[in-house]
């Protein structure tokens, strides 16, 4: 099948090109160009839209297999690619956790016959998520493993940690660490401060988070070992892989947009759709997140995505779910609160939403040129729309951002050559 893209811009990490055009045959790209007149199956009027490389979604939660009432593959691809997203790589803590080659398969070919994006899965860095014996991570890199993560819940033995750094190095594979202190957390449901005060709510202090930071960047500085540190959310861990970049510590990181957007204020009333974690901070986190995006400190932008049926958000806070749907506004969202106010450039929001995930994941995704896969996302840079949590292609609905008014909206998302998505 022959596509043609015709009269779009062309927006990659580093260039931008105006009124090109993009021939696809058998799900990649021919060739690119202006005037291009070849016969074609079909054809996309590009006019007037940019034309990214295929968001790639370095973090989020699938709930497959397991969980399927909040999420399954089918439903969880189906909201990413409403998103823009073309590839998506999806965390263990499922039931049975995907700590083994024979449950990382069951994904894959699950995936294979369900999802119409790329899914790739995240292995679990110790048996059952428990953090005490590290998992086959080289059974599961055969099987098709992309990383690994105990994310949902942190490595708290740091003995164990600094072993896994090793062991997964050993196979090429990224360690993504959820930086959280269990016993400082204390059980808590919101960030520590003035807030939770006000609600009466546990708080969770941000030292939580920093303190993990600090023993991650510690023991990559002294394995020589890479680690990628998950949804910042304090100015602390900023500024902490802020200098360890410097030092030359081998650290990634990566935020979600409700780190730049929102602050702890929205959990007032009790909202739980404002229940994350690690939790929404103060003013002076929010300020730091987008700092660390603008200076390169924080490496990409990830959502995430953490479905939960409408009952186990509609109870009391502290009794409430934690996390939120991210697929179907994480674009939207950086485009408004980013790249409108000139924090960051489209093109650098390229990179790190898709060139630079797929460089961390170590996936050939994320290009747009002649050979590459033709996963493309086309979105109308200008278009203002009000996000409807009832209009998600998700199973579930647990967002703060339902009211937000936002600009840019996804028109077209093509993974392989197909269209997956097209805004109606």
């Known amino acids: 099948m022959k596509l043609l893209i015709k009269s779009g811009t062309i927006v990659t990490k580093d260039r931008t090109e105006v009124n090109k055009d993009i021939l696809i045959e058998d799900g990649r790209i021919s060739r690119i160009g202006e005037g291009i007149t070849d016969a074609a199956d079909q054809v996309i009027d590009a006019g007037g839209l940019a034309v990214l490389p295929g968001l790639v979604d370095a973090h989020c939660h699938l709930r497959d297999p397991g969980y399927e009432y909040k999420e399954d593959i089918l439903s969880g691809s189906m909201s990413a690619a409403k998103g823009g997203f073309a590839s998506i790589a999806c965390m263990p803590n499922t039931n049975p956790v ?6 990382v398969r069951t994904v894959i070919a699950k995936a294979r016959r369900e999802a119409v994006i790329n899914v790739y899965p995240i292995g679990a860095i110790t048996k059952g998520q428990q953090g005490y014996e590290l998992a086959e991570m080289g059974s599961m890199k055969a099987a098709g493993i992309v990383a690994v993560s105990d994310d949902g819940r942190p ?41 939770s005060t006000r609600l009466g709510i546990h708080g969770i202090p941000s030292a939580a988070e920093d303190v993990m930071v600090a023993r ?26 802020r200098q360890a970049k410097k030092r030359g510590v081998p650290v990634t ?18 909202d739980t759709n404002a229940k994350m974690n690690p939790p929404l901070r103060a003013r002076e986190d929010v300020n730091a997140v987008i700092q660390g995006l603008s ?24 009794l409430a779910a934690f996390g939120i749907v991210g697929f179907e506004t994480a674009l939207s969202l950086a485009l408004t609160y980013l790249v409108r106010p000139g924090i960051l450039t489209l093109n650098q929001l390229v990179d790190k939403m898709s060139a630079m995930p797929a460089r961390i994941l170590k996936i050939e995704k994320g290009e747009i040129r002649a050979g590459a896969d033709a996963d493309l996302t086309l979105v109308n840079l200008d278009e203002e729309y009000t996000i409807n949590p009832d209009e998600f292609l998700s199973k579930s609905k647990n967002s703060p951002f339902g009211g937000f008014k936002v600009t840019g909206r996804v028109k077209y998302t093509l993974c392989g050559g197909k269209i997956v998505y097209q805004d109606k």
């Open 98 to 103: 995907i700590d083994n080659e024979s449950v």
């Open 155 to 195: 490595v708290m033995q740091a003995s164990v940690m600094k072993k896994a750094l090793i062991y997964a190095g050993g196979f090429g594979l990224t360690v993504i660490s959820h930086c959280e202190d269990l016993d400082l957390a204390e059980d808590g449901s919101m960030n520590e401060g003035e807030t």
């Open 216 to 241: 991650e960047i510690i023991l990559s500085e002294y394995t020589g070992m890479p680690v990628h540190i998950a949804h910042v959310s304090t100015k602390g861990a900023v500024e902490m892989i």
């Open 253 to 270: 990181a990566e935020t979600c947009p409700h780190y730049f957007t929102l602050t702890e204020k929205a959990c007032t009333g009790y």
């Open 295 to 318: 200076d390169g400190t924080i490496d990409i932008i990830a959502t995430d995505h953490a479905p939960h049926h409408f009952d186990e958000k509609n109870v009391e806070f502290e």
